[in-house]
């Protein structure tokens, strides 16, 4: 009787093919801050409001200076708190973390947030637009606010003078920022709305505020006395 064949020999295990992970591109943070402005702040606030003028083609408007800004907004030697009469929020940014701030005599906590970012932001304004605070900290925005009052609500609100954000930095979320942030303070304090007006032109923006929750009124107008007319009321009798 043949012997028996002996057993093939094991094949050699399958190496199974190396499969490279997918990585996602490298992301770039960016810090931003919103703080109170002050009226260190001031230069840096008239050039934003000169930029949001011509953005707005209303240069022809714009007739602010940096004193006039500093006497109205910041009056001295005591201006009011913040919240009960005209308050700044500024808005900077940073490629380092921002260090912790000690609390505000207002009580009002700086917002901090980390924007991380597909390609590093180009801005060739950084210069002149570096904040008070000194280092690497550069001015990108800012919103204008202050309280008015509903009748209807029988509460106080605020109304949003001015947002605004420089152009490298906006459609990244920085004006989201901002405007959450004055939000978020009309419902801290029990208020009952915060409102606005924007240009008919501008859909970008009618967009992001709708998107924000906003109801756009279109049966109302803005009626605005300015100027030599409303010079004219000084001289006459009631």
């Keep these: 009787m043949a012997a028996a064949a002996p057993p093939p020999p094991p094949s050699p295990a399958a190496i199974p093919e190396t499969i490279v992970p997918e990585t996602d591109p490298p992301r770039h943070p960016l ?3 919103i703080r109170l402005g002050t009226i260190f702040d001031v230069p840096q606030l008239h050039k934003l409001i000169h930029q949001m003028a011509t953005y ?3 240069t022809d408007q714009f007739s602010a200076t940096e004193a006039s800004l500093a006497f109205t907004l910041f009056p001295s030697p005591s ?3 913040p919240f009960t009469s005209f ?3 500024i808005l900077e940014v940073s490629p380092d973390p921002f260090p912790p ?3 505000d005599p207002s009580n009002f906590s700086p917002i901090l947030k980390t924007f991380h970012l597909d390609l590093p932001i180009e801005d060739s304004e950084k210069d002149i637009f570096r904040s008070e605070i000194g280092g690497d900290v ?3 925005g800012f919103v204008l606010f202050f309280p008015n009052y509903s009748t209807f609500l029988a509460k106080p609100g605020f109304y949003i003078e001015d947002l ?3 152009e490298p930095y906006r459609k990244k979320g920085f004006g989201r920022m901002l405007f959450t942030a004055v939000a978020a303070q009309a419902a801290k304090m ?3 709305r915060v409102e606005w007006v924007v240009l008919d032109w501008n859909v970008n923006a009618i967009q992001f505020y709708e998107q924000m929750g906003a109801k756009i009124q279109p049966d109302w107008r803005v009626c605005r006395l300015t100027g030599d007319a409303l010079e004219a009321f000084a001289h006459l009798n009631i």
């Design 101 to 103: 701030t000690p609390q």
């Design 164 to 166: 605004f954000v420089r």
């Design 56 to 58: 707005e083609r209303l």
């Design 138 to 140: 550069v001015v990108a």
């Design 31 to 33: 810090f931003a801050r």
């Design 87 to 89: 308050t700044v929020f």
């Design 79 to 81: 201006p009011p708190p």
């Design 190 to 192: 029990g208020y009952g």
